[in-house]
């Protein structure tokens, strides 16, 4: 079972996420380059590039069954903060 998803963002180690979990970049508008990395029974990799145009935007990033997702959001889902739990760092 996939337990944690790695996200780099433009090469650099950004986060380690649990399954449910979320933190927060902060970073100015431009194009990025997002890479994913899960472990399963295999390892699963995926590169995204996105592009921020707004002050405000969401990515939301999720294991699949054989690779990685990535799509902007406009907003976050109603639900999100009973949902998802942020990283905190210690």
């Known amino acids: 079972m996939t337990g944690r998803l790695n996200v780099t963002l433009n090469g650099k180690g950004a986060a ?10 902060m ?37 699949t069954i054989l690779s990685n997702g990535a799509q902007l959001v406009t907003e976050l889902p109603k639900d999100f903060w009973k949902t998802y739990t942020p990283i905190r760092k210690e």
């Open 27 to 63: 970073v100015p508008q431009g194009r990025y380059r997002v890479d994913l990395l899960h472990h399963d029974v295999f390892s699963f990799a995926s590169s995204h590039e996105i592009e921020l145009t707004t002050a405000e935007a969401f990515l939301e990033v999720y294991p």
């Open 16 to 25: 380690q996420l649990d399954i449910g979990k979320f933190v927060r970049f």
